[in-house]
Structures are given as C-alpha cells and as structure tokens.
C-alpha cells in the first residue's frame, strides 16, 4: 500500500462504523472486477501494444481530466486535445500543465482515481505537484514500456473477468474476433449500442440508414425490412459475445403504434423530411421495438438518456465530440415509459436498466419503477454522479424503495481502461461504507451485510447482464 | 423487547448523538398514537372480529409487500393477490413464499416495520425466513384467534388515541355509526375524500355525480346546487367525527373563475362531454371551492396530489387498483396554488397540508409556502418517503425554512393496522435522532429538543387537525 | 464568547472530524469579512447615523424574521410592518412578540444568526424568551445610541474589507459618492442591477425606460441606442466602485437574435405593446448583450433568475413587495443559457456567476457548466438554502464536479447589517466542517484543506469580483 493511499480511505470516521466497513469491504475487495459497461478500445486487447506515455494515456483521451483545467481557463491546444500525436517534448509539456494544475483537483473522483493509479498502478509512493511532475512523467513512461504494462497483462493484473465495450451497430467488431480468436483467455465483449438507428437527428443517422441495407444485404423499404436487418445486426453482435444493448436518447420517451402508424411514420424518416416530433415518435417506437427483440434474443437493454451533447457549439467545431461538453437535462421517466412498461415491463425475462444524469428521478421515478415492475432495474450512479457523494445519495435514495436486489451492482463506464480497478476500488468502499452504517445503527446484520455487499459487486452484475460467472 | 430488535436502532451511531437520541426518545417513546390519516378498514373497528390469518391479514392486502416480491418475478396469483378468500394451505404457501423472498426487504422500511410486528406484537424471537416461516404462520395464527388480538384489543393495547380513516364523499359510514353507538371509547373517526366528484376524470366520477343527487335529496341543475350538495355530505362527514378533507388530484393546480366561467365550465362536465382541459380546470376550481367550504366548516385540508394511478395496463386489468404499479411524477405547487392561496392562504383558521412525492419540492416549494402563508403546512413524508432516510431528507430540507412548527407530525396513512405502532415508533426514532444531531452540534439545547419532539408527536399533530386531546 | 454559543457549533459531533474542523475554522476565522453581494443600505455608511431601537433594526425591515411569525398567524401591522416610523411603546409591542414566539425559530438560520447578534455584538449571555424581553429590548436600545454602534465603527469592528451594496440602473449613488468623498477608508461599493431595463414585464419598466434616455442625456430610438445607454450607466457604476452586475429574471432563457430581429423586438418593446412571449425573448436576448458589454467593461455577471416575485397578492396589495411571500420555482439552466454560452461562455475574462433557488441544478445543470464553461462558476447557497443543511448539501453536490475552484465563496446577501458577520461566521464553520469530513475520511490532507478553506473564504470570492485585497 503506498504512503499517500490510506487504507481506511472513504470509510466513515465514525469508529464503530469504520471497523463494520473494513470487515466487509476485506470480504470484497478481491473479487474479480466486472465491468459490464464500458468505453475502452477492443483494439488495445486485440494489438496487446504498449501504450505511449502518461499525458497521452492518462490526460488527452480523458474528458473527465481536462475539462476541468479548461474550465480554469486552460486552452484545449495547450493540453494537447485535436492535436494528433504529440511528441516526447509536447507530451511533456502538457504532463507539466497538469502536474501544476493538480490542486484544481482536490475534492473530486478524477484526484482520487488517479492518485489510485499513480500508487497502486504505478508504485509511486510521493503525491503529484508541479515539484514531482518530471519524476513522475519519467517513472510512468518507463513503466508503460514493459511488458508488464502491456493491455493484456494490464487486464490480469486488474483481475478483470468480463470487460464490455460499447460499438455503433454496423461495426465490424473485427478486434473482438481477434481477441475471440486468439489464444489468451481475457473475455472481452461488445455491446450493441444502435442510437445512429434509432435516433433519426443522430449526427451519423442518414449515413447509417444508408449503410445498414448492404451491411445486411437486403432491400428495407418497409418498417418490417428495417426491423428485420437491426435484428440481423443484434446477432451478428450477439456471436461476438455482447449480452446487452445501449441506448442514449435525448428523452425517455416510447411509443406503441399501430403496425400502419409505424410503416407511415418509417416512409416520413426514410425520406429524411421528418420534423422534430416526428423524429421524437421515432425513437419512442424503436425503443419499444428494442424491448421486443431483447425478449426474442435476450439482450439486457440498458438506458442512457437524458443528455445535452456538444453544447459547446465552438469547441464541438473545433475539437469535436466528447470534449466535456455534454451536459445533463431533467428528466422524466414515469409517463415516458408508460407505453412500453405496459407491453413489456411484466415479462420476467426481460431487463431494461435505468440509467439517470437527474439525481432527483432516484426517489421519485427509478426506486418506484424497479419496486414494481420485473423487467425495471436501477442501473448504478452515472457519470458525474459516479463519485464517492453520488453513490451515498444513489444508495440513500433507491434502496428503500427499491431494495438491493433490484439493483445492478457497479458499471465503471470509463474509457480511461488504468482507472478500472481505482473506479470498482472506490464502489467497493462506498458499498462497505453505506453498508456499515445499516449496521451501525443495528437496521441490518453485519452477516447480512457482507451478503449484500457480494451480490452487489459480483452477483447482481453477472445476473443483470447474464454473464456466465 | 424481543432479542433481535436493538433499542438503539435508527440513532446515528456516534456515541454523543446516540446518547443524546435515547433521552429523546425516552420522553415521547410512550405517549399516546395519533393517527390522522390512514386507510384502516373501519369494520373491524365496528365488527371487531378475529383477523384470518398471517398471510391474509400481512401479505395479500399490502401492496408495500407484494410489490417487491411482484418485481422480482413472482407472480401476483403466486402470492394470492385476487385469488378471493384463500384456504389455510393456500394461505401457508404464500407465507412460505414471502418468507423464503424476505432478504428481499433488506434496506426497506416494510423489513423494519415487519420485524417490528413480528418482534412486538407477536413476540417472536427469531429472525424470519424459509426456515422458520412455518413457526411463524402457526404462533401467527394462534395468536390471531384469540381476544387480545382482537382489533379493539389491538387498539387499546397499541395505545391509540385516534384513528381516522378515509372515505368516499357518497360513503353512509355505516361502521363508524356502529362505533359512535357502541359502549366502546376507541376514538376512530372519518375523513371526507370526495376525488371521485372534484375530478371529472376519476373512474368513478359519473356514477358518484349522479348518485350524489338522490344522497342529498336535490337537484342539481347548476354550479351552486353541486356546491350545496358537497356541503351537505361534508356535514353528514363533521356528524360522524371528520376534522379533515383529503384530495388527490393529478396535479396541484388551483383556478380562481367568475361565477359565469364556473357555471359554463360546469354546464360542460355535467354534460359529460369535456376535455382534458375543462377536466384541469374544474379540478383546480374545485380545489378552490374546498378551501371556501373548510373556511366556513373548519375541515383541514390534505392534498396529497402528483400520483400516476394504475401506471401497469394488465395488471390494472387483471387485478384492479392499488396493486404497486401507483408511482410518483414530477410536481409543481407554487405556480399551482397561487390562485387559491392568493384567495384564502392568508385566513388564519385554514389548515392546508401539503404532501408530496416529489421530494424535490421540500426545499424548493413546500417549506417557503410553509414558512408565509398562514394556512399552509407540511405534511410528512409520503409513501415512498415514509421511511427512515426519507424522514430524514424531509428534516434537513424543510425545517430550516419552515420551522417545526409549520409541520403536523407523523401520518402512518396505512391499510395495515397490526403495523401502525411499528410506523409511529420508526417516526419516533428518526425526530430523535435529528433532533440529538442539533443538540450534539450544538444548534439546539437538549431541553428544547424534547420540547419540539414531544409537539411533533402529539400536540401538533392534535392542532393541525384540530382534536381535541 | 457568550456563554449560549458553544465554540464547537455547527462541527459533526464525531470527535475526529471536529477536532480537524477546529484546526480548519482557527485558520480563517479572522480573516477579513469580503462581502460581494447584497442589500445594506450605502446611505447608513455615507450618514453614519446610530440605528433607532432593536424592533425597527431587527425586526420590522427583516423579511427573513417577519414572514415566520405571519406564517403563525401573527399579522404584519402587529409586526410593525408597513405602519411607518414606530415610537418607543410600538417598537417595545414588536418586540414582545417577536420574543414571545422566538421558540418558532428553532432549527432555522435565522435563529442561529440572531443568537450570534445577541451574544456577539449585544454580548447578552441569556437566551432572548418572554421572560428576557425587556432586558433584552433595553440592552440592545442602550448599545445602538453609543458612537461604538453607528454603523462606520461596526463596520470596523466586524473587519469588513469590501461591501457591495444593490442599486438599480438609474440610481445616482449619491451616498457611494459621499463615501468616497469622505475621508472614512471603508471600502462600500455599489453593484448594477438592470432588472428595470432588461425585463419588460418588471413593474417598474415603464418608468425606467423612459427616464434612461433624460439620465444618460441621449435620444433612444434604436436598439443600438438602447445598449449605448446602458453601457454608459454601467461607466457611471464602474466609476462608483462598481465590479458586478447583477440579474433576476423569472428564468435563465437566453437568446442570440440577428441584428434585424434584435431591432424589430426592440421597437414592440419600446410601443409597450409586447406579448408575453416577446417579454422572454428581449430578456433572453438583453442578457447576451449583457454579457457581450461584461467582456468590454470587465463587470461579474451574477445571476440570480427563477424567484416567483410577489406571489400573496393581498399582501402585496397591502403591504408591497420584499415582505416574504417572494417564493422559489423550478428552474432549467442547461438550455436556457446555451446560446449565451455558445457565443461567450469560452471567455476566460467572463466571470458569470450562477445562483439558484431550485437545489436540484446543483448537481444536474451548474457543476456540469462551471465544470466546463470558462465562464462559469457555481455561485454559493442563495436566501432559503443560506444555511447549515443548505450550505453542507452545495458542498456535497457542487464539489465533486465542479471542484473547490470552480466556485466563488460566500455572498452574506443581507439587508441586516448586524447580521453580517454572523452569516460569514456560520459559513467558515460550514466550510470547515465540510473540508474536516474530507479530510477525517482520508480524501484529502488537512494541509490541503486548510488552503482551500482560505482560499473559499477570501481569495476566490475576490477573484471572482475582481477586488484588490
């Protein structure tokens, strides 16, 4: 353990709790990691290459990092964001730009995710400063160029025992047939994740559309076409291993038209003429469509609405997607739901997990809905909310109503692939630490709490996801 | 007290705190229950006859607990929902079925409430689960056949005082007049809950509109003969022991028309043929004109709006209301209420308590409209909220604004009576432990927090609704 | 100390985060009073007049005291409230109630504000009751008539280092300039507030724009004139110490208009024949014109939007505005601002600094944009949330997204001069019992905590507004 990581970190330091949560997080914290949702690269465990240095691992690909320096005024350029491969020198400067901007830091997951990864992952034993930055930029580049280092090793180390990533539907998921093919045993799958088909105002919807009849060789000139080929996509992606599907609408809304509302409303997006309503139904008819197949094909649907993206129009000019722009919008769950719940929400089969960027539908709309209906699960604290107060409110406010065991253990959901033992790490003390306090204050057993907090980090995934443990 | 219920459970842990909670709750622990507002069945009251048996009087009727189960996949008929009055092995095998499921309730209020019936009022000693479920239903049932456990026994020895139940506005209250002429002293009185002729959009609206007619021996050819006919069953309410009016509308919307706007608009609904617009409307003047009529009859208003009724098509279908699938949305009442509160919020002798299942209203909305207007109050914590965190989050969010003395104590607001002292002792114990949180921060001296919980569980609750103690 | 303040106050009772908060709270608990926002009059500090008696300074212009006793039932006129100058025998009848009901405050900000003021400034060691009134009434009457509480010598003593006061677009500030003009140091310097000029539907619009264009001595005919009035009052404020304006609109809309579209907008405005409709829109637009002016002239932006103003139309009728009846509404950031944003929210010289009343944005809406957005910063817990819950609920919901930086400090935002430091006093508790839990459950260092309790305290908030220390 290094010198700066405290073991008792995120524990309350209420005493009596404290000693509860080290007993149950010892009976977790060396379970395999399951990670059933995700947005890591297949290509680095199908290539098994070296990574390049820390800033271009660690600080350009990750939103969560930079766009709190840009918040404080720091250019994009200046850390290296849409400026292709950066040299030793230039990588060196933006380590160094971030290295004194560490403090900007204090008191938010990103610090401790990455104070993880430089300790545990690394074995730096002396906190980051500016004063460290060049000791720190040299120990992590050596390091990355071994062997050790390594995706693949990376992955045995983290003992990682199902890792999902998430691809658009028309992909070819040629890095997963090469992992599938290969002799190492690391189980990587895809996730079907069909918003370019679903959405009808998706920046890639019209090249999609367009793209989807000869990725299946057929003709769709009808809804019932369409449908069928979105199938024949679910299982060519089902053959890669995926389990599940991922939507991001901008609302929760679903419909449940009439087979001749539908063929109308397909001939109207077809031809790219739709108005915003229109394309609004659409999505609402494709997620019910979608609850359909998983009922025929098994898939977990998972739900991940509610996001403002690219609201930054000159930086999304400049830099592109995914630029830490994308912001959360209220939500509503309860009537968007209604039509598809009422047709499918009773199958016991089915699992539709929610997803929330709006805290405040917790209480209200999720723990109501999963106490209810048996195809509803409350997926785990999102994004921003994926932090060590997001997840205490996540528990307070769902498991009343909801119970544990209507919800679906932790989904990192990063694509920063060194911070995936520091993010479950993180879940696994909040679980010890909400946990211990039901003991603490005697409203639940310690047995029955370290059952609890098992099923929450391996049980409730592999079920939810139906992952063959 | 039985082995498995700790009398410390629910104080917060730390040692100061928790000291301070037990002498709290050493002064209120014992005084006598007041239940303003429930939904006990009132034959029992009148009858008094032995309740069946453990699965029939604790699982088939309460939707908190075949929720749960429902949502994990077991069938509603499974657990003897709608499966008309069940035989003994019936009724063991939804016991077992529960019992076997109770891990489920880990986390939830319904396992603290249930542990406290189990532990209290049956003085079981052991755990529930598969292997003493049969021990269970059997010391259950001895016990149900017996006089103690009969429910004006039950009543006495729970130590109520009073007790309301609800009511439809066409109800003949037979069972309260057979309680009023009996020699028994229990205290259970009525309350007038008139949805089904406030909104035009209620199930019931157009039998209850028509039957009101011949109830009050009138004709009701105009806006003010329906007003007089409401005034009429509210009084034969007031003669039967009612002190409050209870509405649930789908919004909080209130109307303040001219007589010509609420003659045409009524002309309108008697005619049955009206939109979802005049519905909104005559529900909001409807509002309005309860608030007039409590002026003049004293009757405090409830309003516990924002409710989604019967969201689940087929299981409405197939098994009818109050079957879990009821769920919270999104609320508004500032905007709402200001025609109606700008009309008669400032008379001094209106009590309007305002409930909510949008916790995102406490802070916002209810606690400033509690903390100006003369006749507005807080109400409890609602339904889903009704629980041990969602008792503390309606502490911290509304008294900073409102003070405790613009809220009414505790409402049970259950069907199932065996659990109300479970429900007052678990309110008992949270205004404990947040008041031993003020006086251990030093916000508050001890003495003053007995003072302001020994007002939430009696005296202001008997202000609010105006009984006499 | 007085002997009814506890030194420990507002610290978690847990002993090692106190023991922390104590080492945090000696760090900045003298540190100069910076005080960037709020409403104390300027012409007490250019008069330097004493303050007649303790009913007339604490009670009667105090809407934060008044509107808890009139939520009781106790009448404004009773209160003193609207009934002009009070004599002695009236001020002493206020008093008495206010005393009489102070148990009403228990749990409240107020309460702990006020006891500050008693112990602190007055250094009364009894708790105020029915039974202290008087002792009370005369103590506090006896100190006011002394030079030691005119206003200047409590500004020292209180060691407050910059004050802003509130002042509409047209004021003269002709008691800012008899500060300056005196040879007092005390820095008191106004703030441009141009609610009467940016919101049509403002009552007192009409007035304004017509008196503008005699103020800046220009005839307005065009919109571009519009701005160039404005921009000139602006100067004027800048030249009396101004380094903020401030903003209240019924919501955060903001528009991007063509200049053609701008200028036909401006002319239905101008005719006063404007739809409610055009109202949102001159707003929205008026508040990117504000910004467009902020990048010239360097003034903070603060937006303070999404109070429902004058709500209680008998009281307002009565008794005008500001008297408690100003009640808090649903507000919705995230689109509303993205035009401003999209053109100036990438400014690193654009300070605009977000307020909300609707606590749910928190998490959802501000810590994602003063997370991203140069621009922004996530502005302290305004009016109803100004307190020990609200503030500890901020901290939990800002931080982890937006970091300690990202935010600006404390705003007192009083019209009680007295209560000043005891306001700050509660919010350098706040801030260190929030850093103390961080730092006793191991997520940040106390060194570390100390620096970021000093920086909450003096330097971010006058980063934000711009003052020299």
Chains 1, 2, 3 share one sequence.
């Not at 820390?54 to 964001?81: C, K, N, W």
């Not at 199938?231 to 929760?252: I, L, N, Q």
């Not at 790219?272 to 019910?288: H, N, V, Y």
Request: hydrophobic content about 40%; glycine content about 4%.
């Amino acid at each position: 353990m290094s010198s700066y990581l405290h073991p008792d970190r995120l524990f309350s330091s209420d005493s009596s709790q404290r000693a509860i949560a080290r007993t149950i997080y010892q009976a977790i914290k060396d379970l395999p990691i399951v990670s059933p949702h995700g947005h890591t690269d297949p290509s680095w465990f199908a290539n098994n290459q070296n990574f390049s240095n820390a800033a271009e691992l660690l600080i350009v690909p990750d939103h969560y990092v930079f766009r709190m320096l840009y918040s404080q005024g720091i250019g994009l350029s200046t850390l290296g964001v849409g400026q292709g491969t950066l040299n030793l020198e230039q990588s060196h400067q933006v380590w160094k730009v971030f290295a004194d901007n560490y403090y900007l830091f204090r008191g938010t997951p990103s610090r401790m995710w990455l104070d993880y990864v430089f300790a545990e992952v690394f074995n730096i034993s002396q906190p980051l400063s500016g004063a460290t930055a060049d000791t720190y930029f040299d120990t992590i580049n050596q390091q990355l160029a071994t062997d050790a280092f390594k995706p693949r090793a990376l992955f045995e180390r983290f003992n990682i025992e199902t890792l999902a990533t998430t691809e658009q539907p028309l992909d070819k998921l040629k890095h997963h047939k090469t992992i599938q093919q290969s002799d190492w045993q690391g189980r990587v799958i895809t996730t079907f994740r069909p918003d370019n088909l679903t959405d009808p105002e998706h920046p890639k919807f019209r090249d999609s559309f367009k793209a989807l009849a000869s990725a299946v060789d057929m003709e769709i000139s009808h809804f019932q076409d369409y449908l069928k080929a979105i199938k024949k996509r679910r299982e060519y992606f089902v053959e890669h291993g995926a389990t599940a599907t991922d939507h991001s609408h901008p609302t929760a809304f679903t419909a449940d038209l009439s087979s001749s509302q539908k063929e109308s409303l397909f001939q109207k997006i077809r031809s790219f003429a739709f108005s915003p309503e229109d394309a609004e139904l659409f999505r609402g008819q494709m997620m019910t469509e979608m609850a359909a197949m998983s009922i025929e094909d098994g898939l977990t649907m998972q739900l991940h609405h509610g996001c403002f993206r690219n609201h930054n129009a000159p930086v999304y000019h400049e830099f592109g997607a995914d630029k830490g722009a994308d912001l959360p919008v209220a939500i509503e769950f309860v009537k968007a739901l209604q039509p598809l719940l009422s047709k499918y929400g009773n199958h016991p089969e089915l699992n539709i997990i929610l997803f929330t960027l709006d805290e405040t539908t917790y209480s209200r709309e999720i723990a109501p809905l999963a106490g209810h209906y048996p195809a509803v699960k409350a997926g785990p604290s999102w994004w921003f909310h994926d932090s060590p107060e997001g997840m205490i409110r996540f528990k307070e406010q769902i498991i009343e109503t909801a119970g544990f065991y209507n919800t679906v253990g932790f989904n990192d959901d990063t694509r920063a692939f060194l911070s995936i033992p520091a993010r479950h790490d993180v879940a696994r003390r909040i679980d010890s630490r909400c946990l211990a306090r039901l003991v603490a204050e005697h409203r639940m057993s310690e047995e029955e709490a370290v059952d609890v907090a098992t099923d929450l980090t391996y049980h409730l995934v592999n079920k939810a996801y139906k992952f063959k443990p």
